[in-house]
């Protein structure tokens, strides 16, 4: 979904590792590169609030809300 939003095709990493490693974008420089791996952070620190959510207050899958 993340993707979507600026109009990328990437690859989907099974380790995060990886796939924190591989989220850049190729046309810009190095400070632009780093201020897109902190909106890879976001996503995650946001992912992993849904995720608490669902297991300690029995909320639903939501991926809008994410």
Same mark, same amino acid.
């Given at each position: 979904?993340? /993707?979507?939003?600026?109009?990328?095709?990437?690859?989907?990493? $099974? #380790?995060?590792?990886?796939? %924190?490693? &591989? *989220? %850049?974008?190729i046309c810009?420089?190095?400070?632009? $590169?780093?201020?897109?791996? +902190?909106?890879?952070? =976001?996503? +995650?620190? @946001?992912?992993?609030k &849904?995720k608490? $959510?669902?297991? *300690?207050? #029995?909320?639903? =899958? /939501?991926? /809008? @809300? =994410?």
């Amino acid at each position: 979904m993340c /993707d979507r939003w600026v109009n990328l095709t990437s690859i989907n990493h $099974n #380790q995060i590792i990886e796939s %924190y490693q &591989h *989220f %850049y974008l190729i046309c810009q420089n190095a400070k632009q $590169n780093e201020a897109w791996k +902190g909106v890879w952070l =976001v996503i +995650g620190w @946001e992912i992993w609030k &849904h995720k608490n $959510n669902i297991i *300690f207050r #029995q909320e639903k =899958v /939501d991926m /809008d @809300e =994410v």
